[in-house]
């Protein structure tokens, strides 16, 4: 075996050990297009036209993934979505 295939190995083996997370933002009756295109914008590092289309994916569908990566960097984004009272959870 190749120097470069045990190094893409040990690679593909580290990043299958990386579990993703989702926050999963969902509609409520409660707040604003804007207020949540705001908060992702602000919360999540979206673009506005990232937010703008999860926002709308929430409203007709009910909920959207609005961020994925580790729970640790996933946790702190999520509170901060339950504080400003929108419906969010990790899954």
Known sequence: MSTI???QEELEVLLQDVKEYE???YNDDVNTFDFVI???????DHTLEQAEQ???????KGKCAVKTGE???????CSKLLELG????IV
């Open 5 to 7: 295939e045990k190094i």
């Open 23 to 25: 926050i999963v933002l």
């Open 38 to 44: 705001d908060s992702l914008v602000t919360v999540c």
């Open 54 to 60: 999860c926002t709308i994916l929430v409203h007709y």
């Open 71 to 77: 729970y640790k960097d996933l946790e702190p984004r």
């Open 86 to 89: 929108l419906s969010a959870e």
